[in-house]
């Protein structure tokens, strides 16, 4: 209720009560007594609920998270983050080190960190106003080998660790309540559509067996990866996950992926044997592209997956369940490699 409201309402009760005395001349003074308490009482407990409203409908205010005040880096521990902290305003031009007071005041990163020279970013943790990093955030941070995300973010964009190849470590500060980096996966876990969504990995991640989906470019520009394991009953991977994972040498997509979604795979130069489950149903757009040493596809499903411009080259031997090979040359999505062969 308005104070506007309060006011009108309690006008309108006064003058009520006044046309009631008024129009009633013929009661006893105890009765005009009794009416006058009452109307008072009635209009007493009507400010005490308009109060007791409005302070209830009131916002808590927030507050933030308490800081100690401590020195996180120098100009000699890690010269980098001083260097773009003096950039970004967030210490004096001049300035040598950067306290956790600094750090707390930064509202959110932008792009300051992409293609920077940081090797470790523990520092991350103490940048606790940080509630969200967007998309690209670290992009090509070549030299960056671990992380550390702060406990009060609560939005993490596709792609913000993408295309960081020496990354080896990712931790998420265990008092953040919608990410963690459970069983020391080395990768950024929430929870998404009810189900665990794995939303940032490294060449060290390993993939808890009850993640359900991978965000798109959850690993791109992963360049030291080789090989990844997926949960049994893995049922999404998002568009590029893997994109430009020159390292990949063997995939195999798990039972509960239906679509292998576009550029998932694309730029996996040395990718030279994939194995589709029985539950792909489609091979989307350039989701192979650029796999120029795919030599093997071994695909149990028993009638052909649709291809939709998966790959630009043919040239790998299919491999296909018995009695099944006529099937394979003659359907027009896979006519075009050359060897099709039955399943040993």
Request: proline share 5%; glycine share 6%; with cysteine.
């Amino acid at each position: 209720m308005s104070e506007q409201t309060f006011i009108l309402s309690f006008h309108f009760i006064c003058l009520t009560l006044q046309r009631f005395f008024k129009n009633n001349k013929r009661m006893t003074p105890f009765f005009k007594q009794t009416w006058f308490i009452g109307g008072v009482a009635a209009l007493a407990i009507f400010a005490l609920c308009f109060l007791g409203i409005n302070y209830v409908g009131q916002p808590d205010e927030e507050k933030g998270p308490e800081v100690d005040d401590v020195v996180i880096a120098t100009i000699q521990t890690n010269e980098p983050l001083i260097t773009i902290a003096r950039q970004q305003g967030w210490i004096e031009a001049d300035a040598t080190e950067m306290s956790s007071i600094d750090a707390s005041k930064v509202k959110e990163l932008g792009t300051a960190f992409q293609s920077s020279k940081l090797t470790t970013f523990s520092e991350l943790q103490h940048f606790v106003g940080l509630t969200e990093i967007h998309a690209g955030a670290f992009a090509h941070s070549d030299g960056l080998t671990a992380i550390t995300i702060p406990a009060y973010v609560i939005t993490i964009e596709d792609g913000a660790l993408s295309y960081c190849p020496a990354l080896q470590e990712i931790k998420v500060d265990t008092a953040n309540t919608h990410y963690d980096s459970r069983g020391n996966c080395n990768a950024i876990i929430c929870s998404w559509k009810g189900e665990l969504m794995l939303v940032a990995g490294c060449v060290n991640t390993v993939i808890p067996e009850d993640v359900r989906y991978i965000a798109p470019q959850a690993f791109a520009g992963c360049t030291n990866l080789k090989k990844i394991s997926f949960p049994e009953r893995m049922k999404e991977i998002g568009e590029e996950a893997f994109k430009d994972c020159q390292g990949l040498e063997t995939v195999e997509i798990p039972q509960g992926v239906r679509f292998v979604k576009p550029g998932m795979f694309k730029g996996c130069s040395s990718l030279r044997e994939l194995t589709l489950s029985k539950s792909v149903e489609r091979l989307q757009k350039d989701a192979f592209a650029g796999c120029s040493s795919l030599t093997t596809i071994n695909c149990g499903k028993k009638y052909p997956p649709i291809i939709e411009n998966a790959f630009d080259e043919y040239k790998a031997t299919v491999y296909v369940p018995n009695g099944m090979t006529n099937t394979y040359y003659r359907d027009k999505f896979w006519k075009d490699f050359p060897t099709v062969k039955e399943l040993p």
